[in-house]
């Protein structure tokens, strides 16, 4: 069964700060990895995704992520936060890539101070 | 372009009640996925609807039901509401098959059962 582990339920960063957000999962077959980013009151928001090909995911809002097949990781980064960045960020794994059930970590909730 | 709709926003309903929630998918989209996000917690898959028919669903029991129409909006039925089923209620449209298998979330209903 596939199950996705956030490391960090909190994470605190000083504004202009680099940080990363860890997420580790397990599938027995083959994986595709999301972050959404969900701000307080909304829905979630699609930050990137790994498919396929290279293993470093550039996604919306300066946020990039690198998929290890061999350490089963996809961690979140951000070389320089914004206090607008303060949000909850979610992990999740699909196992088909075509709008299938998604499987969610916990979150890590992000907090940038100025 | 509108995304995913859902209403509505809030809604108290008492122990026993049953309720029912909707959801309007992104234009151009074809399937819907309903999940429950409890306080401090990751989504859960509750189910899919393609072509109005269910086609997966995760470990949640008969109690919650659905119906997708043809205009492929959606329903969440719960029947026989417990304190447990206090959550937020996330939807979520993707089109079956399609380059883009992303799945895009509404707001979300807050359902307190009291």
């Known amino acids: 069964a596939q199950s996705v582990t956030q490391l960090d339920s909190q994470v605190p960063v000083f504004e202009e700060a680099p940080v990363e957000l860890r997420c580790n999962y397990s599938?027995?077959?083959?994986?595709?990895l999301f972050w959404y980013v969900q701000y307080p009151n909304q829905g979630l928001q699609l930050l990137l995704k790994y498919l396929s090909g290279s293993t470093l995911v550039k996604g919306i809002n300066g946020f990039e992520a690198e998929f290890n097949k061999s350490q089963t990781s996809f961690h979140l980064r951000k070389p320089s936060v914004h206090i607008s960045d303060t949000a909850e960020y979610f992990c999740?794994?699909?196992?088909?890539?075509?709008?299938?059930?998604?499987?969610f970590g916990q979150g890590t909730e992000l907090s940038v101070k100025p | 372009d509108a995304g995913v709709t859902q209403s509505p926003t809030h809604l108290i309903k008492t122990r026993g009640q049953q309720v029912t929630l909707r959801c309007s998918p992104k234009s151009g989209h074809d399937t819907v996925s309903w999940y429950q996000q409890a306080l401090g917690q990751g989504p859960q898959f509750i189910f899919q609807?393609?072509?109005?028919?269910?086609?997966q669903r995760g470990n949640f029991p008969d109690r919650f039901s659905g119906h997708q129409f043809p205009n492929y909006s959606s329903e969440l039925n719960v029947n026989a509401l417990w304190l447990g089923d206090s959550a937020l209620y996330l939807c979520?449209?993707?089109?079956?098959?399609?380059?883009?298998?992303?799945?895009?979330f509404g707001p979300g209903t807050r359902l307190t059962v009291l």
């Open positions: 999740a794994v699909s196992d088909d890539g075509q709008g299938g059930k998604l499987i």
């Open positions: 979520a449209s993707s089109l079956a098959g399609g380059s883009e298998d992303t799945q895009y």
């Open positions: 609807y393609y072509e109005e028919e269910e086609r």
């Open positions: 599938s027995s077959v083959s994986v595709y």
